[in-house]
T-cell receptor, first 115, second 115 residues
Framework: NAGVTQTPKFQVLKTGQSMTLQCAQDMNHNSMYWYRQDPGMGLRLIYYSASEGTTDKGEVPNGYNVSRLNKREFSLRLESAAPSQTSVYFC??????????????FGQGTRLTVV | AQTVTQSQPEMSVQEAETVTLSCTYDTSENNYYLFWYKQPPSRQMILVIRQEAYKQQNATENRFSVNFQKAAKSFSLKISDSQLGDTAMYFCAFMRSNTGNQFYFGTGTSLTVIP
């Protein structure tokens, strides 16, 4: 029962470096999400994908790009990391089918530090 | 835009006692879902309980129950017989019932259960 798997779990980057956070779900969910969690600010949506082939900006998209590679996978890319992007990142997915349970399932999170 | 407010950044409760966590939200929608998630020190996001807005009956899951007041846009979580394992951050979340929509999270309440 893998659920939502995101990699890596920890990462340290230097300012200006790039990296991609990977996320995959095996629940045949339609929607996928990337959040960042910062102390005192809850979870803020970076980007989401309502269905395969679509992506939309969330509340804090600047400095990030995403790719919905297929129905299972949704990656988040930092092109030029900045210290302000130091955070814990969560990938999530949900069935998002009207009339059905639509809770979000989360990955284990990635703690990213930009120095 | 939807907003979710958790006005209690930190709370504590004696083991075996009852505690209530508050959550209010702002929306013009009539159909939506509400959730409480628990985040223990392991960082994993765990669904505690969900409520569909069209249901008048308050949801319950063992020791966890909600007080859903639709007109007041209030969704509080009651934890009965608190246990040490309940120590965690708790997030209230809102989602519209349309497909592919975003989950909006509050800033969280850090709950400590005191032995």
């Amino acid at each position: 029962n893998a659920g939502v798997t995101q990699t890596p779990k920890f990462q340290v980057l230097k300012t200006g470096q790039s990296m991609t956070l990977q996320c995959a779900q095996d629940m045949n969910h339609n929607s996928m999400y990337w959040y960042r969690q910062d102390p005192g600010m809850g979870l803020r949506l970076i980007y989401y994908s309502a269905s395969e082939g679509t992506t939309d900006k969330g509340e804090v998209p600047n400095g990030y790009n995403v790719s919905r590679l297929n129905k299972r996978e949704f990656s988040l890319r930092l092109e030029s990391a900045a210290p302000s992007q130091t955070s814990v990142y969560f990938c999530a997915s949900s069935l998002s089918k009207q009339g059905m349970n639509t809770e979000a399932f989360f990955g284990q999170g990635t703690r990213l530090t930009v120095v | 835009a939807q907003t979710v407010t958790q006005s209690q950044p930190e709370m504590s409760v004696q083991e075996a006692e009852t505690v209530t966590l508050s959550c209010t939200y702002d929306t013009s929608e009539n159909n939506y879902y509400l959730f409480w998630y628990k985040q223990p020190p392991s960082r994993q996001m765990i669904l505690v309980i969900r409520q569909e807005a069209y249901k008048q009956q308050n949801a319950t899951e063992n020791r966890f129950s909600v007080n859903f007041q639709k007109a007041a846009k209030s969704f509080s979580l009651k934890i009965s017989d608190s246990q040490l394992g309940d120590t965690a951050m708790y997030f209230c979340a809102f989602m519209r019932s349309n497909t592919g929509n975003q989950f909006y999270f509050g800033t969280g309440t850090s709950l400590t259960v005191i032995p």
